[in-house]
């Protein structure tokens, strides 16, 4: 079998050649090297024409090829050693060899021999260069390896043949030689160069190859041979990332040391035998979101959504909390907390976030978590026409991410609109009707409706909003009081009147900033409310939710006892507190309740991430007075609803006027025009939407200038065409998760998909070796998948090369492992040359390591998509690098005579 004249595969004996044929070219062998006088081993080629029926003799070589090890197999004849004895004038059937007569020669079974080589098949077999980090080859009966340069450590250069290895597999039948040799092929491990191994099985299980009919131009003709399933080498990218962790920190861990290695939180006991309980997921199910609405509103119990999942840690940690903690916890909750009304675990500022700081895939989590746990609601908060961004998006795009959440495994859409702009949250409440889930319209709190003197937000404002959330079609009501100003008193009147006025049940969402929370929380079980938020008690209190663990406990032996099993919840509270360790750098929030809340009315989640962006301008210190100008920066919009994304931008706006010493009154006595932040500009235009009342009209003319608020919605996406454009920007098949995540988060996505390219799935790593690396010695487990773990320690981090790059060693499952990270604290002398982005279709990289031999452009030249742009050299072999659209050459990075290494940028084009 062979591609370009080159062999590929060799077997023995041809399975389809009829006999005669065989001895035909056997007697012809022979005469051959008697015409010519050759006395020792050779090799003698014929061509064979299949459709002709006839041969033809091509060429002798005297010598042994290698294709011989197939022969051996069969015959049991040692042909090396028999040709060096014969050299040595050794008798061919004297004692030394032993060799039967040519009629007696044994033909045992069938032979197949494969050569491994590190080319990329996937890159048009281009050689591919580096050091073999791991090398484990196959073994077994019937399978022998013939090495080259396969060991680990070897570093293959572009100045020798490619050649790895040779298997040779055999057995009694052919079929039985090919499974010993996709086994074989399976079982190989060579980490640090590509190998043609993924081809090679291609060609091992194609039909027409294990059939015997096939001929020399099978892989010429069969383009499914080039269809390759990449290769995850998950090992080897973790250990990347772990590396470059280790040698310069996590970014997101700010700096933050740990002195020994932090020990694993304990996670709580479950029995793995006992299947989870049916709980709200099974009833809703059955019933449907209307019938399941009704049973929710005749419960006499009160019913408890946990938020340590989502708002929790959004509101404590800087919505940093990872999959690997939760899912940790998981199956404990699913079996010993099913009496839970719902989860809050996804949406928000989770979407953003686990993308852009946690490297992790939002919908991953969703799909993991939905397994894990079966029977409990999910639930998700919705920003309405944002839906889990911070643009107005059109209803296609809105009512597609829903629909997609519904489908991996979403159950409660709470839905809201930071303005309480009802006609913001239409689409979405329309979008969530269309699936088996819950709609549950929401009404944002602010203020407080027992002053007399803010009539803004009154009692009948928020009784007008519930009717008309009740109109348009939602199946339960929610109040989001996301600074925790509702009172407990104020919580009281409301909720009594939205039970009196709504036929809907109605869901109670507060934050426990001041600290009296939970007092209100109790007032509104008091007057009637069906379902309230709460957290775990080590993940409660401050800017989090009320305390779910003393909530239980409070209402133990009355009417409204929500029957969750304390202890489960207390274990819980143990294993949260343990992991929060882990999150020490972002856990910033207050340490204790605090009335300054009513002063700023700052969401929870606002307040810890708001924190963190003037710790990062250096103004942690003068945090009070932040916070009082985002009270005045509120009064200056005109007293609105913040929550995200207007909590943003009030602060937003608040950091803008106080880093330059502009005070919030002043501002209308600014210019026209005066440069604002772009998030400010985008809802005084109308981005987000319109608050009661409309904005001040002096602020619009100051923050606009001339520039028209705009009214209009976004127009329509053709989700059609989005996929086909981000499909050809990841080079693989753009599915619904890409092409949400990229709707909604275009950069952010972007280079979340270029980590996961370079570094895999991360979020299997415990957390503190992802913010933290490991510790001379440590040993980390790492479940890559359902029964395999992967075992790392660390075992040294070397002394930095000349060009900055230290060598971490590992062991690796009990064996050395090491990888390669540039030290990004030293100043080094080498200039490394600017990597190509695949994503790009403007640049071109150098497929493999070379010389540029000749460049056929020159910057300013126009190209046309294949026109011919420049020539590599390697292995005496010429690589031919064309244009990749159409467009002028912009740069050249690398010239003629020039060194470059795989995937260095060497043009870049402009349209």
């Known amino acids: 079998m062979q591609r370009r004249h080159q062999k590929v595969i060799e077997i023995a004996p041809s399975v389809a050649l009829d006999e005669g044929v065989r001895r035909d070219l056997c007697d012809a062998a022979v005469r051959l090297a008697q015409g010519v006088g050759y006395n020792n ?17 091509i060429e002798m070589n005297p010598r042994i090829q290698v294709e011989h090890t197939v022969t051996e197999q069969i015959t049991g004849i040692d042909l090396v050693r028999s040709q060096i004895l014969v050299a040595a004038g050794a008798s061919l059937h004297g004692p030394e060899l032993a060799l039967p007569p040519q009629p007696d020669i044994p033909c045992n079974g069938y032979a197949v021999q494969c050569r491994v080589t590190t080319e990329d098949p996937a890159n048009k077999f281009m050689p591919n260069y580096g050091k073999i980090i791991t090398y484990r080859s196959a073994a077994g009966f019937g399978v022998r390896l013939d090495s080259g340069m396969g060991t680990t450590g070897s570093v293959i250069t572009p100045f020798y043949d490619s050649l790895l290895t040779k298997i040779t597999t055999s057995g009694q039948t052919f079929p039985v030689a090919l499974q010993r040799m996709l086994r074989a092929l399976r079982e190989f491990r060579i980490r640090g160069v590509k190998t043609n191994i993924p081809f090679l099985e291609n060609v091992i299980q194609n039909e027409a190859f294990q059939s015997g009919a096939a001929t020399t131009t099978l892989i010429d003709t069969t383009p499914s041979l080039f269809d390759f399933k990449p290769r995850r080498d998950r090992a080897s990218r973790l250990l990347s990332f772990l590396a470059d962790v280790i040698v310069n920190g996590n970014p997101q861990a700010k700096g933050h040391q740990v002195s020994a290695p932090l020990e694993a939180a304990r996670r709580p006991s479950y029995d793995g035998k006992q299947v989870p309980p049916e709980g709200t997921r099974q009833l809703l199910l059955k019933l449907g979101p209307e019938k399941f ?144 889930g819950i709609c549950e319209g929401t009404l944002c709190y602010t203020g407080d409706i027992l002053d007399p003197a803010r009539t803004k937000y009154s009692l009948k404002y928020y009784i007008g909003l519930a009717h008309e959330l009740e109109k348009m079609g939602a199946h339960m009501l929610a109040v989001k009081d996301m600074a925790g100003l509702c009172r407990p008193f104020a919580a009281r009147t409301l909720i009594k009147a939205l039970r009196e006025e709504v036929g809907m049940p109605v869901h109670f969402h507060t934050h426990d900033t001041s600290g009296v929370n939970a007092a209100s929380i109790l007032m509104a079980a008091e007057a009637g409310v069906d379902v309230v938020d709460a957290a775990i008690s080590s993940m409660s209190g401050s800017t989090s939710q009320p305390n779910l663990n003393s909530l239980v406990a409070a209402l133990r032996h009355t009417p409204r006892d929500p029957g969750l099993d304390l202890d489960a919840l207390n274990e819980f509270a143990d294993y949260w ?42 103004l942690s210190s003068r945090w009070p007075q932040i916070a009082r100008c985002y009270a005045e920066v509120n009064e200056l919009f005109g007293d609105i609803v913040k929550v995200t994304p207007s909590s943003k931008v009030v602060g937003d706006m608040a950091l803008f006027l106080f880093s330059r010493g502009i005070r919030p009154a002043d501002v209308l006595n600014l210019e026209p025009g005066t440069a604002f932040p772009e998030s400010v500009k985008d809802m005084l235009a109308g981005g987000l939407g319109e608050p009661m009342g409309g904005w001040p009209k002096k602020l619009v003319e100051v923050v606009l200038g001339k520039t028209k608020p705009a009214k209009a919605r976004a127009p329509k996406v053709d989700l059609a065409a989005v996929r086909a454009e981000l499909t050809a920007k990841l080079k693989r098949e753009a599915m619904d998760d890409d092409l949400y995540s990229h709707l909604m988060y ?34 980390i487990a790492v479940d890559i998948e359902q029964g395999k773990t992967l075992f790392v320690k660390l075992i040294n981090v070397g ?3 000349k060009d900055g790059r230290r060598v971490v060693s590992f062991e690796f499952n009990g064996m050395p492992r090491e990888a390669t990270t540039l030290d990004r604290s030293l100043q080094t002398k080498s200039v490394s040359r600017p990597k190509a982005d695949a994503a790009k279709s403007n640049e071109v990289g150098a497929p493999i390591p070379g010389m540029v031999s000749s460049l056929s452009v020159g910057v300013g030249a126009k190209v046309t998509k294949g026109d011919k742009i420049l020539t590599l050299e390697a292995m005496k072999m010429q690589t031919t690098l064309y244009a990749p659209a159409d467009g002028v050459i912009d740069e050249i990075l690398a010239h003629a005579g020039e060194a470059v290494d795989t995937g260095d940028l060497i043009v870049r084009l402009r349209a």
Request: aromatic share 14%; with cysteine; glycine share 6%.
């Open 577 to 618: 507190e343990q992991v929060r360790a882990f999150y020490a750098p972002f856990d910033t929030s207050p340490r204790t309740g605090s009335a300054e809340v009513y002063l700023h009315e700052m969401p929870g989640g606002q307040f810890t991430n708001l924190k963190e962006q003037a710790a990062s301008m250096g």
């Open 41 to 57: 081993a050779g090799t003698i080629e014929f061509l064979y024409d299949v459709d002709k029926k006839e041969w033809f003799f």
């Open 293 to 436: 609405a009704a049973w929710t509103r005749r419960q006499k119990q009160l019913l408890f959504t946990d938020t340590t999942f989502r708002d929790a840690h959004q509101s404590l940690l800087a919505t940093r909390v990872r999959t690997y903690d939760m899912a940790a916890v998981a199956d404990s909750v699913a079996r010993r907390a099913s009496e839970l009304f719902s989860l809050e675990m996804w949406g928000g500022a989770t979407f953003d976030a686990s993308m852009r700081f946690l490297h992790e895939d939002p919908w991953d989590r969703l799909r993991d978590l939905r397994e894990r746990i079966p029977n409990i609601c999910f639930q998700m908060l919705l920003r309405g026409s944002n839906a889990v961004g911070y643009s107005n998006y059109p209803p296609n795009v809105v009512a597609g991410f829903i629909q997609h959440a519904s489908d991996c495994g979403m159950d409660i859409f709470r839905i809201f609109d930071s303005l309480n702009d009802l006609p913001n949250m239409k689409a979405a409440m329309e979008a969530v009707r269309k699936t088996k």
């Open 746 to 779: 275009p950069d952010v996505f972007a280079d979340f998909s270029k980590f996961e390219r370079e570094y895999g799935d991360v979020s299997k790593l415990p957390t503190p070796a992802f913010f933290y690396g490991l510790k001379p010695g440590e040993e």
């Open 799 to 801: 002394a930095a090369a």
